[in-house]
């Protein structure tokens, strides 16, 4: 009968234990999960803020191709109209060296010196105040306006 | 007497197995701290000079015609330059002008794309906000 009673002493002094230990556990578990769960919130902003700077990633580079294309373009343009001063309405650059020759020399000669500045450019030389500000004909450098002029619309 | 002995200790039998098993699984089955690792390391910045732009030296073409020949030669004897020039027909000058226009608008782009792959992959501004930290 002792036994007995002692047997259901030890299994009420256990089951106490037990239940306080689980409890323990439990508020150990929970103070975890909070600080999981802060976790998964910082993992996530984090993640927001990736996906935003890759958005911006993704619209530079947009840019970047958008912008070499266009500077691409510009350059044929230029060379098409290099190509076109040459050969305007069947024109015989050949002969009209002949006929006018000191004019064409000079012309030439300006031409040279401005394609030279073209290169110049081309190779990361600043532009100057009258470069920039250029925005008529006869202000332009007729090489590379495209360049050479940033504010210049051919009209 | 014998009969409710019996009972007692199937019941508490009953009791206390499925209560220690409860404990054993909830005991294995405990929640894991999330580990989350995180190390970045920005690569450095390879900080190469840029090219020195181009100063072009200042060249003047003569066009010589059967009719002026003469006279052109006379005046380069006169300045004490040497009676002899290079010979471009006026085809060859065309091309001259539209190579160097290629090799300019290689150079702007070659150039360009430089700089964009600086700004795409070391801005400025980035740098800042860095320093601001």
């Not at chain 1, 958008?66 to 044929?76: D, F, G, P, Y």
């Not at chain 2, 020949?69 to 065309?94: C, H, N, Q, R, Y």
Request: proline content about 4%.
């Amino acid at each position: 009968m002792f036994g007995i009673r002692l047997f259901f002493i030890g299994l009420i002094a256990t089951a106490i234990a037990g239940g306080g230990f689980y409890v323990f556990k439990l508020q150990k578990d929970n103070a975890i999960l909070k600080a999981n769960a802060i976790k998964m919130e910082s993992a996530i902003s984090e993640q927001k803020e990736l996906i935003e700077n890759q958005k911006k990633d993704f619209q530079a580079i947009l840019t970047a191709n958008n912008e070499m294309n266009e500077l691409v373009n510009n350059l044929k343009k230029d060379l098409a109209d290099l190509d076109k001063r040459f050969n305007k309405k069947n024109r015989d650059f050949g002969k009209l060296a002949i006929e006018k020759t000191k004019a064409i020399e000079r012309i030439m000669n300006k031409g040279g010196d401005n394609a030279a500045r073209c290169i110049e450019i081309a190779s990361g030389s600043p532009l100057t105040e009258k470069e920039i500000n250029a925005t008529k004909k006869s202000e332009i450098n007729p090489e590379c306006p495209s360049i050479a002029n940033p504010n210049y619309v051919p009209y | 007497m014998y009969h409710t002995k019996d009972k007692t200790y199937r019941l508490a039998w009953i009791i206390a197995v499925p209560l220690m098993l409860c404990l054993l699984l909830s005991g294995c089955a405990g929640v894991k701290t999330l580990e989350i690792f995180k190390k970045e390391v920005p690569r450095e910045k390879l900080n190469l000079e840029k090219p020195t732009p181009l100063q072009m030296e200042e060249i003047y073409w003569h066009i010589i015609t059967s009719e002026n020949a003469e006279e052109v030669f006379k005046k380069l004897e006169e300045s004490g330059i040497d009676p002899v020039l290079w010979g471009l027909t006026d085809k060859d000058f065309e091309l001259l002008a539209k190579n160097f226009a290629r090799i300019r608008n290689q150079l702007k782009i070659t150039n360009d794309l430089l700089d964009k792959y600086k700004e795409y992959y070391e801005p400025e501004k980035k740098k800042d906000v860095k320093d601001g930290e």
